[in-house]
Structure formats: structure tokens, C-alpha cells
């Protein structure tokens, strides 16, 4: 019979967030990351650990330092104003959809600007984490295998674990 959380958190196990890192979780907004920070709640919660949320801003090429904002009043907005914004609404939302989970209300978001895989591991030297969670289509088509996508970049890239959830296909909507 597996342990209650209450025997995990007196185990010695429960001091566990004070010997590794958090779990790191990069999101982008997407369908499949929301996925991946509900599935990295849950694990942080059994593992009695800390989570980080990232979000890396990449500036566009056509406006470096802007969002377009779409709608009734196109305007530029600065990226980072607009990148805190949509995270809060993301947190929200996700929060939102996973009642009763307190590691998503208390988890650290961090937001930085740069090409993505690069500074996914930075932050990831800085923080130590005991893992990196990342959501991914999946997909296995002749561009991924060109290009290769940016969790596939993480996975070969970084020295700490890294866990791939890939969103169901029943809920995958482009």
C-alpha cells in the first residue's frame, strides 16, 4: 500500500525540498504546457517538493521589445508588460482547472526573455532543479526531425532529468 502524504511529509523524504531544487516547468501558453504544469503540480505534490513555472519571452523579429496586441485597438505592447500578463492569466486558468491543488497557487514564476532552449538551461544551472517537466505535441513528422523542437533540445541538452508529457490526443486542438 502506497504511503499517505502524511507519512511521505514525516518520512525523511520530507525534507526533500530542502536537498534538491524545484521542479522546474517551462511553459508557452499552450494546450500542452497547461497539461504539463497540471501533471508537474501533481508529482511536486506526492514528492513533497517545490515548483518553478518559466516562461522564456522570445522577441519577435519584426517588433524586438513588443507584443502586438490584437483587437479592437491594435497597439504594441512592451513584451515583458504583456508576458506577465498572459502568465498570470495561464496560472489562473490552470489553476482554475485543477482544484484543490495548492502546489500550482504557490509555485515561483520566473519570466525571461531569449531564445528559449538557451535559457531554459540557464535557469536550470541557477535553480538545480530536481527535474524539468515540458509539455510536447509529439509530433514525429520531417520538420520535427529537422528542426527538432525545443523539448527535444532540452532532453539532449540538459544534465538534469527531464520528463516529456505529451498531451492526449483526444484533447489535442489546433
Do not use: W
Amino acid at each position: 500500500m502506497a504511503p499517505t502524504r502524511k507519512e511521505r511529509q514525516s518520512s525523511p523524504r520530507s525534507s526533500h525540498s530542502e536537498r534538491h531544487g524545484p521542479i522546474l516547468v517551462p511553459i508557452d501558453f499552450s494546450q500542452c504546457s497547461a497539461h504539463a504544469l497540471a501533471y508537474a503540480a501533481r508529482l511536486a505534490d506526492y514528492m513533497n517538493a517545490s515548483m518553478t513555472v518559466l516562461h522564456v519571452v522570445h522577441d519577435p523579429g519584426d517588433a524586438p521589445g513588443y507584443y502586438n496586441v490584437e483587437g479592437k485597438h491594435a497597439h504594441l505592447t512592451r513584451l515583458e508588460d504583456r508576458a506577465h500578463e498572459l502568465l498570470d492569466d495561464f496560472m489562473g486558468e490552470v489553476i482554475e482547472q485543477n482544484p484543490g491543488n495548492t502546489v500550482l497557487a504557490r509555485a515561483e514564476k520566473i519570466l525571461v526573455t531569449g531564445l528559449p532552449v538557451s535559457r531554459i538551461l540557464e535557469v536550470a544551472e541557477k535553480l538545480q532543479p530536481e527535474m524539468l517537466v515540458m509539455g510536447s505535441v509529439g509530433r514525429t513528422h520531417l520538420s520535427a526531425f529537422l528542426l527538432g523542437s525545443k523539448a527535444e533540445q532540452v532532453v539532449r541538452l540538459s544534465p538534469y532529468p527531464v520528463t516529456i508529457v505529451k498531451l492526449p490526443k483526444d484533447e489535442f486542438r489546433e
